[in-house]
């Protein structure tokens, strides 16, 4: 029975590793001091797995204002070659602490986020439009590819 316990737990890794998804890349970043329309480093999806593009921010902060950003609105951005970049669509990450968002399994390109506006409270009621000295946090950010 001992014999059979080594090849046995090899198997069943072996299954359980196969059948899950692993992301083609990811990176850990920060940003500091930045406004409305900042815009990331740029990212390479090959498009070699099944897996969606997340973007994760922890600890948004507002540098100006009251020190708290309790969410901000992020855009991906597909680049096109020698063509415009195409908007993939803007979601809310509420990020006091924590929060994540999953844009789906994107065709292969190029692609990055920019911050399009930031606020103070949940409900959006103070948007930030990062004019006279309204700065963002976020420390530590991670993309997922």
Same mark, same amino acid.
């Given at each position: /029975?001992?014999?059979?316990? &080594?090849?046995?737990?090899?198997?069943?890794?072996?299954?359980?590793?196969?059948?899950?998804?692993? =992301?083609? &890349?990811?990176?850990?970043?920060? /940003?500091?001091?930045?406004?409305?329309?900042?815009?990331?480093?740029?990212?390479?999806?090959?498009?070699?797995?099944?897996?969606?593009?997340?973007?994760?921010?922890?600890?948004?902060?507002? +540098?100006?204002?009251?020190?708290?950003?309790?969410?901000?609105?992020?855009?991906?951005?597909?680049?096109?070659?020698?063509?415009?970049?195409?908007? /993939?669509?803007?979601?809310?990450?509420?990020?006091?602490?924590?929060? =994540?968002?999953?844009?789906?399994?994107?065709?292969?390109?190029?692609?990055?986020?920019?911050?399009?506006?930031? &606020?103070?409270?949940?409900? +959006?009621?103070?948007?930030?439009?990062?004019? +006279?000295?309204?700065?963002?946090?976020?420390?530590?950010?991670?993309? &997922?590819?």
């Amino acid at each position: /029975m001992k014999k059979l316990i &080594g090849p046995l737990l090899g198997l069943i890794l072996s299954v359980v590793l196969a059948g899950t998804a692993l =992301a083609e &890349g990811s990176f850990t970043s920060s /940003m500091y001091d930045v406004r409305k329309n900042f815009s990331s480093r740029v990212w390479v999806d090959k498009n070699l797995d099944n897996v969606g593009t997340v973007i994760k921010f922890w600890n948004c902060r507002d +540098g100006a204002v009251n020190g708290s950003t309790d969410w901000v609105d992020i855009t991906l951005w597909r680049h096109n070659f020698a063509l415009p970049a195409t908007h /993939m669509g803007t979601k809310r990450l509420n990020c006091y602490v924590y929060d =994540a968002k999953n844009w789906g399994d994107v065709a292969a390109a190029d692609y990055q986020f920019s911050v399009y506006q930031f &606020g103070p409270n949940p409900l +959006g009621l103070r948007t930030c439009q990062c004019e +006279g000295g309204n700065v963002l946090d976020v420390d530590p950010l991670n993309v &997922g590819y």
